[in-house]
């Protein structure tokens, strides 16, 4: 199993960026997805969580700017970043709770991309 994560990159504040993971290999299923982000000299922290169903969760601080949304069927989770700011500065990497085909269930992360916002 492999996730891969796209969309980093350096905005503007109030800029947005549009980060994607890709969860690929054998898989039975995939339950939650997900954002995490490290910023420098900082403890990593949630972002974002989105379960199967659709019911999504939001660290406090992008409530109303960031939007997670995924493709089931895809094996696909976004984050849409809107109205970003300097202190939205982080390593962003993706997660997925999967359960394998022989019925483990474990937690995968993709490679971390950097989002940098200027002031």
């Known amino acids: 199993v492999q996730l891969q994560a796209f969309g980093g990159g350096l905005v503007q504040a109030g800029g947005s960026l549009r980060l994607s993971c890709l969860a690929s290999g054998s898989m039975y299923t995939v339950n939650h997805m997900g954002w995490y982000r490290q910023a420098p000299g900082k403890q990593r922290e949630l972002v974002a969580t989105?379960?199967?169903?659709?019911?999504?969760n939001y660290e406090d601080s992008v409530k109303g700017r960031f939007t997670i949304s995924r493709d089931n069927a895809k094996n696909l989770v976004w984050l849409q970043m809107n109205s970003l700011k300097p202190e939205d500065t982080a390593v962003y990497s993706c997660?997925?709770?999967?359960?394998?085909?022989?019925?483990?269930?474990?937690?995968?992360w993709g490679q971390g991309t950097l989002v940098t916002v200027s002031s």
């Open positions: 989105i379960t199967s169903s659709g019911r999504e």
């Open positions: 997660y997925a709770l999967i359960r394998l085909p022989n019925g483990v269930l474990d937690d995968y």
